[in-house]
């Protein structure tokens, strides 16, 4: 290349290089944007009070929070709202985690949580309703029986008998038995009951699992034990448990008893939840 045009190539860019320059100088700077302030922080609390002195499942929740955009809550039955003041009414008695969260504009949150004791102030544990068993009656069967059959002098028919003096003796016990009884018609229970045979302590039942069905296929766990203890012979204890569906179907899978190769029990009821 020619000194000449080497020349006429540096002065080009000497030329373009002074209007980027001058061009970059005369742009303002754009002012840096400015943070924006905190707003106050969520302040978070509640009251909770029974609507009804009859109704004792019924709550008006009122939230006192400050300082927020949005609020839920969540009563701790798998239902929420959004409302400031909502009415709950829950299908069971029990205890209950309720929460109220609540949340500002910027992201900023609290939250304060309670243990609400939704309790019938007229229940008493230790009645329980009418037998369904005695009062519709219907199909009763075992995983596998007594040596001598269901109406034999130890079969499983008699642990749906009502009669605590009988009962069902099964030998070589091996953790899987099931006791079914499929009702006429469907209703809703709330308890249950087990009753202890006359002898030999080490056969009674110790864990098992109660459920009912709609259809005899698909099983809902209603109660459980894992640990229980009869203390005397002839002993019946009542269980309780929360359930507002009806079933036809109900069985209970008695997975351990007390040690012994063999099981006895002298009565199975599922009930009414009270008188």
Not at 98 to 103: G, Y
């Amino acid at each position: 290349m020619k000194i000449k045009d080497m020349k006429k190539i540096l002065h080009i860019i000497s030329v373009f290089s002074t209007v980027a320059l001058l061009f970059a100088g005369c742009k303002k700077d754009k002012p840096a944007p400015q943070p924006e302030p905190d707003e106050p922080k969520p302040i978070v609390g509640f009251t909770a009070v029974r609507t009804d002195s009859v109704d004792f499942l019924s709550y008006q929740f009122t939230s006192t929070a400050v300082n927020y955009k949005d609020i839920l809550w969540q009563f701790g039955d798998d239902s929420t709202s959004a409302e400031k003041a909502p009415k709950h009414r829950y299908a069971f008695d029990g205890l209950y985690h309720v929460t109220l969260t609540a949340r500002n504009s910027q992201g900023y949150s609290a939250a304060r949580e309670i243990i609400l004791n939704v309790a019938d102030p007229n229940f008493d544990r230790t009645k329980v309703g009418e037998s369904y068993f005695a009062t519709i009656g219907g199909t009763f069967t075992v995983s596998r029986d007594n040596g001598g059959g269901p109406n034999s002098n130890e079969g499983s028919l008699k642990v749906v008998d009502g009669d605590p003096n009988t009962k069902f003796f099964q030998s070589g016990f091996s953790g899987d038995l099931v006791m079914k009884y499929e009702l006429k018609t469907a209703v809703v229970a709330g308890a249950y009951t087990m009753t202890s045979a006359n002898d030999s302590p080490d056969r009674d039942p110790k864990g098992w699992v109660l459920q009912g069905s709609e259809d005899g296929i698909r099983w809902i766990n209603l109660h459980s034990k894992n640990n229980e203890v009869f203390a005397n012979r002839f002993q019946r204890i009542i269980y309780h448990f929360n359930n507002n569906v009806a079933y036809k179907f109900y069985r209970i899978t008695i997975k351990t008893n007390n040690g012994s190769r063999d099981f006895q029990m002298a009565e199975w009821t599922v009930n009414k939840k009270q008188p």
